[in-house]
């Protein structure tokens, strides 16, 4: 199985500032996804962001960007402009290549509180 | 639209009785199906997948077993359940082009006592 590490268990933020969340993975895999998923208290799964390991240049969604370092193999999530509702989970994800079955494999989590 | 429903949502179970949670998709056809289990404060361990009916891969050795007797239908089963197996258990399915994302269900919270 591939190894998908979140080095922090809990960030928090200001209402209004900027934080990001860390990522690193380990593969020998070269056609990969990386994906940010955030899961809120009502627990329901919602995908943040995605990213293609052949694509040097970093995905963004509105406020929520990666900075995707491909030999280092690590991929952090960047939200601007932190809002209450973005409090929740945040876990990082690993898609492996279609070739080898098409597993999921997801970091141990983050929690962000975000303060008013 | 393409729809997933797991249930139940909750379940309480004594130790040493049997498990059975389905999962089923809709608005897709022959999609990748997973079984992933979220224990307190913990990430979410991937436990079986599978590309087809009847074709499943198991992850982790463990006590529980999955079956997709049909395409777009995906279980988990328990023949003896144990404290160890409780958690939030989510199903979820993709498809099979590149760089498709995850859909997930919403979960099953299971407590076995």
């Known amino acids: 199985a591939q190894t998908v590490t979140q080095s922090q268990p809990e960030m928090s933020v200001q209402e209004a500032e900027t934080v990001t969340l860390s990522c690193t993975y380990d593969?020998?895999?070269?056609?990969?996804?990386l994906f940010w998923y955030k899961q809120p208290p009502s627990r329901q799964m919602i995908l943040v962001i995605r990213?293609?390991?052949?694509?040097?240049q970093n995905a963004t969604e509105n406020r929520f960007s990666v900075n995707f370092q491909k030999a280092a193999k690590s991929f952090s999530l960047k939200i601007s402009d932190s809002q209450l509702g973005d409090a929740a989970m945040y876990f990082c994800?690993?898609?492996?290549?279609?070739?080898?079955?098409?597993?999921?494999?997801f970091g141990t989590g983050t929690s962000l509180t975000v303060i008013p | 639209s393409q729809t997933i429903h797991q249930w139940p949502a909750t379940l309480v179970q004594p130790v040493g009785s049997p498990l059975s949670l389905e999962c089923t998709v809709e608005?897709?056809?022959?999609?990748?199906l997973y079984w992933y289990r979220q224990a307190a404060g913990r990430g979410l361990q991937l436990l079986f997948y599978?590309?087809?009916?009847?074709?499943i891969s198991s992850e982790v050795p463990q006590n529980l077993s999955a079956s997709r007797p049909q395409d777009r239908q995906f279980i988990l089963s328990s023949k003896k359940l144990l404290l160890s197996d409780s958690g939030f258990y989510l199903c979820?399915?993709?498809?099979?082009?590149?760089?498709?994302?995850?859909?997930f269900g919403s979960g099953t919270q299971l407590s076995v006592l």
């Open positions: 979820a399915w993709s498809g099979r082009g590149r760089g498709e994302k995850l859909f």
């Open positions: 593969t020998s895999e070269s056609d990969y996804y």
């Open positions: 990213q293609e390991a052949y694509k040097q």
């Open positions: 994800a690993y898609r492996r290549p279609a070739y080898t079955g098409n597993q999921f494999y």
């Open positions: 608005g897709t056809s022959n999609p990748n």
């Open positions: 599978s590309v087809g009916i009847g074709q």
